[in-house]
């Protein structure tokens, strides 16, 4: 047992369009990178495919959405590949039974993102695709229908791929006005439908990726990373302010990839290397969108990597209009930071370091640290005084199911228990925690090795890696242990 959370307090999980609809090819949806990128492991890479100048077939390791293609190449579906994210778990058209059993469990808050692709399927096109608006439309009134409120995510990783290849994707400034003109049709479309809206999901990661590349990662690299993120950034302002022009009741967030990271030793050098990694890794995307300036130490990281960042008056100007109302984050782990060597690594969630000799570990290499939620909450809310938001939180496993169909995962309810008293901890010590959206309330297709025996749900879906199965859903044992914390507002835990 513990504390009660405030009244009002939202419970619900979360999915992303890309990884749970499917329907990729269907009612006139055009195509992102996820459906040009196969499925892997934790051991295999996922690969983006394509057909280079000559025709040729063609693939290359991708990290989601980070994919570069060779110079004359276009992205492509080949016939002998697996593609996991074109059927996924069929959200599209099983969202009725999926948001019913949401009901059953009491939520009062569901994350999910609208794909791009499905309203504009080339991202320039001068009218929307109705088939598109009306999906959408339809889902967010079956949520209302049951009381529950929609968290929307308006990009989760998936930038139509005609846009991609026609524009060069974010480093080139014109794709602000294409998602802007996005977002302001979303906005007047379900104005009276939806309050919460996300502009841009895990947006730090395009840094991230960087120290995953390590050495490897040039110059020229940070500078498209950077003007990728200033472009970004700018949309997600204009967004906010045309948003809130639209309706005053929006409320609208950030979305973080929340890691904490702790120095390795109490060497000075590895204390201020963390504090590097905090400014790089998540102050420089949150202080934009929440204080609308870059922060004293953006120039620092431009020199670094000899960054020339094109940035305009009118860009100042809409940053410091646009800013966020709440910080909104996902929370899987923590990451240890040293400038020493080490001998063993950890891995998780775009993030590399050493391993914790305090922590257990996940079978695909995550640190399991819920005081490291407590302490993110607690550091973060000081910063900025902003309600926040945990929006997604989850442990990856194997799941088993027994002879008679039922699936024990006392090993997922222990995890949620310690996350869910580390965020009680938090409110404790006067942090405005407003929500909890768990990743991911149902079983869907992992962003990072496109596999689903990597399974998060508290509901099962009769899936397997090579995408056979009947696609039924099943209530896991977490689903009935998930109804009781709801009912009870975070009280009973057991």
């Given at each position: 047992m513990t504390k009660r959370f405030p009244e009002g307090f939202l419970w619900g999980g979360a999915i992303a369009a890309n990884q749970a609809e499917g329907a990729y090819n269907v009612d006139g949806r055009g195509l992102v990178q996820t459906d040009v990128t196969t499925g892997g492991s934790v051991d295999k890479p996922r690969y983006a495919t394509f057909v280079d100048k000559d025709g040729n077939p063609g693939k290359l390791p991708s990290m989601g959405h980070t994919a570069k293609l060779p110079e004359g190449a276009t992205f492509a579906i080949l016939e002998d590949e697996y593609y996991p994210n074109h059927e996924a778990v069929d959200f599209y058209h099983r969202y009725k039974e999926d948001i019913k059993l949401f009901a059953e469990m009491g939520y009062s808050v569901f994350r999910l993102s609208i794909s791009w692709a499905r309203i504009f399927p080339n991202g320039d096109d001068k009218e929307p695709n109705q088939a598109g608006l009306d999906f959408y439309r339809s889902v967010f009134e079956e949520c209302r229908k049951y009381g529950i409120e929609p968290l929307v995510s308006i990009w989760h990783f998936d930038t139509p791929l005609a846009l991609e290849e026609a524009y060069g994707g974010w480093t080139n400034r014109k794709l602000i006005d294409f998602y802007v003109t996005y977002a302001e049709t979303i906005f007047k479309e379900y104005k009276d439908l939806v309050k919460y809206w996300l502009t841009f999901n895990e947006i730090n990661n395009t840094v991230m990726f960087l120290d995953?590349?390590?050495?490897?990662?040039?110059?020229?690299?940070?500078?498209?990373?950077?003007?990728?993120?200033?472009?970004?950034?700018?949309?997600?302002?204009?967004?906010?302010?045309?948003?809130?022009?639209?309706?005053?009741?929006?409320?609208?967030?950030?979305?973080?990839?929340?890691?904490?990271?702790?120095?390795?030793?109490?060497?000075?050098?590895?204390?201020?290397?963390?504090?590097?990694?905090?400014?790089?890794?998540?102050?420089?995307?949150?202080?934009?969108?929440?204080?609308?300036?870059?922060?004293?130490?953006?120039?620092?990281?431009?020199k670094e990597h000899r960054v020339e960042l094109e940035i305009t008056e009118q860009d100042k100007q809409d940053l410091l209009a646009g800013t966020i109302d709440m910080y909104t984050f996902s929370y899987y782990m923590s990451s240890v930071v040293t400038t020493h060597q080490f001998d063993d690594t950890a891995s998780g969630n775009f993030s590399i370091g050493?391993?914790?000799?305090?922590?257990?570990?996940?079978?695909?290499?995550?640190?399991?640290?819920?005081?490291?939620?407590?302490?993110?909450?607690?550091?973060?809310?000081d910063r900025y005084e902003l309600p926040m938001m945990v929006v997604e939180n989850g442990l990856g496993a194997f799941d088993t199911v027994e002879e008679d169909g039922s699936i024990h995962d006392s090993y997922r309810i222990d995890y949620h228990r310690a996350h869910i008293q580390a965020m009680a901890e938090a409110i404790e010590n006067g942090v405005d925690l407003i929500a909890y959206t768990t990743w991911g309330c149902i079983d869907l297709v992992s962003a990072g090795t496109g596999e689903m025996r990597k399974r998060y749900g508290f509901i099962y879906v009769d899936k397997d890696d090579a995408g056979n199965g009947t696609f039924e859903r099943t209530p896991k044992d977490s689903f009935y242990w998930y109804k009781q914390v709801i009912a009870s507002n975070g009280e009973i835990l057991e």
């Open positions: 995953m590349f390590g050495d490897k990662a040039t110059d020229q690299d940070y500078q498209e990373a950077y003007q990728h993120l200033h472009h970004q950034f700018v949309a997600s302002a204009r967004a906010v302010k045309i948003g809130h022009d639209i309706n005053p009741d929006f409320q609208f967030g950030n979305m973080i990839c929340g890691i904490t990271f702790y120095p390795g030793t109490c060497d000075p050098k590895d204390i201020l290397e963390n504090q590097h990694k905090w400014e790089q890794n998540i102050f420089y995307c949150s202080d934009v969108q929440a204080k609308g300036r870059y922060g004293s130490y953006a120039k620092r990281l431009w050493a391993k914790n000799p305090y922590l257990t570990y996940s079978d695909w290499g995550w640190a399991h640290d819920p005081m490291g939620l407590q302490y993110y909450l607690e550091k973060i809310y």
